[in-house]
């Protein structure tokens, strides 16, 4: 549909691509916080950001090396690391209000306005590039593209309340909080179409969509995801959240943006990095289990 209406391949992957990945975040989390579970609307954005990086990245690293060539995604690789740090100072003191989820909104709105300048401005791009092959490759009339829209956001948004529904229950069946359920079960759950477009792109050689598809979902899930569950239901952060949960999410968007911004020459992220990333997240999980129901 972007393409129909004219707009530019760079912009429909800056955008359309990375951030649509991210509607699942964003609709279960909003059902979370507006039931009164924001424990899981919370863990669902940082846990999906963890899986993006160490699951997604990792896999899709082990499978083929990822090469940074898009300019513009190495200028968003610094922007995801401090809105990362704005995060965690947010939860620092024990809270999320709704003044904190404003500015959360409001950087957002900065960074779309940002990433549309930057598309229209920018005509040549790897990201671009990409984009433009895969729309070629893949012609839609636009009947079929309304339908597939449509569908998918009725399936979207049934689909996320019957897993809110699903985790709300086991919660409680197993009696562990909200959080823990958000951080694993309903975080991988709702990074599996990151998780599916990555693994397709990068075996068409499509590397930059993957690692797009990342940058844009955590950029999401960070200031959209979280802005509007504390927009819906402001919230008291447990301290774990901060120690454990977005520890880990700042010291794996520390290592993408150094691995991937490519100080010295072309940034990348090899196998063997790959596989540190994805032991990364089976170490997380596996502690998160353990810590939970005992060895």
């Not at 964003?26 to 424990?39: E, I, K, L, R, T």
């Not at 790897?126 to 893949?138: N, P, V, W, Y």
């Not at 599996?192 to 950029?219: F, M, R």
């Not at 952060?237 to 454990?244: K, N």
Request: glycine share 12%.
């Amino acid at each position: 549909m972007a393409r129909y209406f004219g707009m530019p391949s760079l912009l429909i992957g800056m955008l359309v691509v990375g951030f649509g990945t991210s509607a699942p975040e964003m609709v279960v989390s909003a059902f979370a916080a507006s039931q009164g579970n924001p424990g899981l609307a919370l863990g669902n954005a940082y846990g999906s950001n963890i899986a993006n990086i160490a699951l997604i990245l990792g896999l899709t690293a082990l499978i083929s090396p990822v090469a940074v060539h898009s300019q513009v995604l190495r200028k968003e690789l610094p922007i995801l690391t401090a809105v990362t740090a704005l995060a965690a100072y947010q939860i620092w003191d024990g809270e999320l209000t709704r003044a904190d989820a404003l500015v959360l909104l409001g950087v957002f709105g900065g960074l779309m306005a940002w990433t549309i300048w930057q598309g229209l401005r920018r005509r040549a791009d790897a990201l671009g590039s990409e984009i433009e092959q895969e729309l070629e490759a893949h012609v839609m009339t636009a009947g079929r593209a309304v339908f597939w829209l449509v569908t998918g956001l009725i399936l979207l948004i049934v689909s996320s309340r019957i897993l809110v529904w699903g985790a709300v229950e086991i919660a409680h069946g197993f009696g562990v909080s909200d959080l823990i359920i958000g951080l694993t079960i309903v975080a991988l759950g709702t990074s599996l179409p990151e998780l599916a477009s990555s693994v397709i792109a990068i075996h068409k050689g499509e590397q930059e969509i993957a690692l797009g598809n990342v940058i844009g979902s955590n950029l999401f899930n960070t200031l959209t995801v979280v802005g509007i569950a504390g927009m819906i239901h402001p919230m008291a952060v447990a301290p774990e959240v901060f120690s454990r949960d977005m520890l880990v999410v700042a010291v794996l968007t520390v290592s993408l943006f150094v691995v991937g911004y490519g100080f010295r020459g072309l940034g990348r992220i090899n196998r063997f990095e790959g596989a540190a990333l994805l032991a990364c997240y089976i170490g997380y999980t596996a502690y998160l289990v353990t810590s939970t129901f005992g060895p």
